[in-house]
C-alpha cells in the first residue's frame, strides 16, 4: 500500500496565528487527498478533498477560507489552519486513496494540533 | 443521518473472549473497509471487501459482507490487549462518486 507522511506530527500555537500542516504520499502518485479532522474517542470527519492541481472539495459546514487546501503536486498537499483558535485544536489526518489505489485509503500518522 | 452505522460504540472485554462489531446500512455499498487506529497515530487498512457475501480471515479477525452488500461485520476471537484500538469501517456507494463514508468507530479495550 501507499505510505504517507505528514508533518509536524504535533504543533502548538497560540491563537490567531496560522499553521500549516504537511501531507506526503512518498510512493504514489495522488491525484487525490482526502483530509479529516478526529475528536477523542471520535470517528473521522472528512473536510475536504484535495484535487492535485485545482481547487480542493470542502464538506458542508467546512469553512474554505479558514482551512486552506493547497495540492500543487501528485505528493503534497497541504492544510493551513488560518487565524486558529482553541476551537480548532484536533488531531489532523491526511490520506490518499482511489486512482490506482481503488477505495482504499492509505492514512498519514495524522498531527496533533493545540492551541492555546 | 449516518450512512453507515457501527454497533457497539464502546467494547470493554477481557482477554480471550469473544467479540463481533457490526456496521450496518440502508444503503449498497460497491465495496467496504474496516481499519483499526491506534491512539495518537492514523488508521491502519485490515481488510477490503467487494463481494457480497465474502469472508476473510486475517488470524483471529473474520470480516464478513453483507449478501445484499449493505452490512458488514467484524469477529474477533479470543481477544488479546493487542487488539485494543478504535475499529472503523468505510466504504464506497455503488453507484456514487467516490466520496468516502466513515461510521462512527468501535473504541475496543482489551483488559489482561
Known amino acids: 500500500g501507499a505510505v504517507v507522511s505528514q508533518h509536524p506530527s504535533w504543533v502548538i500555537c497560540k491563537s490567531g496565528t496560522s499553521v500549516k500542516i504537511e501531507c506526503r504520499s512518498l510512493?504514489?502518485?495522488?491525484?487525490?487527498m482526502f483530509w479529516y479532522r478526529q475528536f477523542p474517542k471520535q470517528s473521522l470527519m472528512l473536510m475536504a478533498t484535495?484535487?492535485?492541481?485545482?481547487?480542493?472539495?470542502?464538506e458542508q459546514g467546512v469553512e474554505k477560507d479558514k482551512f486552506l487546501i493547497n495540492h500543487a503536486s501528485l505528493t503534497l498537499s497541504t492544510l493551513t489552519v488560518t487565524s486558529a483558535h482553541p476551537e480548532d485544536s484536533s488531531f489532523y489526518i491526511c490520506?490518499?486513496?482511489?486512482?490506482?489505489?481503488?477505495?482504499?485509503?492509505?492514512f498519514g500518522p495524522g498531527t496533533r494540533l493545540t492551541v492555546l | 443521518t449516518q450512512l453507515l452505522e457501527q454497533s457497539p460504540q464502546f467494547l470493554s472485554i477481557q482477554e480471550g473472549e469473544n467479540l463481533t462489531v457490526y456496521c450496518n446500512s440502508s444503503?449498497?455499498?460497491?465495496?467496504l473497509q474496516w481499519y483499526r487506529q491506534e491512539p495518537g497515530e492514523g488508521p491502519v487498512l485490515l481488510v477490503t471487501?467487494?463481494?457480497?457475501?465474502e469472508v476473510k480471515k486475517l488470524k483471529r479477525l473474520t470480516f464478513q459482507f453483507g449478501d445484499a452488500r449493505k452490512d458488514s461485520s467484524l469477529h474477533i476471537t479470543a481477544a488479546q490487549t493487542g487488539d485494543t484500538g478504535l475499529y472503523l469501517c468505510?466504504?464506497?456507494?455503488?453507484?456514487?462518486?467516490?466520496?468516502?463514508?466513515f461510521g462512527r468507530g468501535t473504541s475496543l479495550i482489551v483488559h489482561p
Open positions: 490520506s490518499v486513496g482511489g486512482g490506482l489505489a481503488g477505495d482504499t485509503q492509505y
Open positions: 510512493d504514489f502518485q495522488a491525484t487525490t
Open positions: 484535495s484535487n492535485e492541481g485545482s481547487k480542493a472539495t470542502y
Open positions: 444503503s449498497v455499498f460497491s465495496s
Open positions: 471487501v467487494v463481494t457480497g457475501g
Open positions: 468505510a466504504g464506497r456507494l455503488s453507484g456514487g462518486s467516490y466520496i468516502p463514508t
